[in-house]
Nanobody, 116 residues
Framework: QVQLVESGGGLVQPGGSLRLSCVTSGSIFRFYDMGWYRQVPGKQRELVAAITSGGITNYADSVKDRFTISRDNAKNTVYLQMNSLKAEDTAVYYC??????????WGQGTQVTVSS
């Protein structure tokens, strides 16, 4: 069983920055494709950013040029650097790991609130 633990959420003013971290258990983190998703009440969970095991990244249009996903395989950690935050970025952010055979795991989520 793979465990994912997110951290770094909190309250930030519009225009501010936060960095989310997701530490993943297991010894084969480098083979996982990783993603950050977010969800607000009443809406479906949506992909924010993803990074493959080979380092290829993908972003939702709404966060391009503001958010950056990265990974440190030595630390079994994936990061989401969020800059120029907006009120509409307020959500619970979830970390996801998945592999080519379809298995997928989720973290418990971390709340990000953007408000003045």
């Amino acid at each position: 069983q793979v465990q994912l633990v997110e951290s770094g959420g909190g309250l930030v003013q519009p225009g501010g920055s936060l960095r989310l971290s997701c530490v993943t258990s297991g010894s084969i983190f480098r083979f996982y494709d990783m993603g950050w998703y977010r969800q607000v009440p009443g809406k479906q969970r949506e992909l924010v950013a993803a990074i493959t095991s080979g380092g290829i990244t993908n972003y939702a249009d709404s966060v391009k040029d503001r958010f950056t996903i990265s990974r440190d395989n030595a630390k079994n950690t994936v990061y989401l650097q969020m800059n120029s935050l907006k009120a509409e970025d307020t959500a619970v952010y979830y970390c996801n790991a998945h592999v080519s055979n379809g298995r997928s795991w989720w973290g418990q989520g971390t709340q990000v609130t953007v408000s003045s």
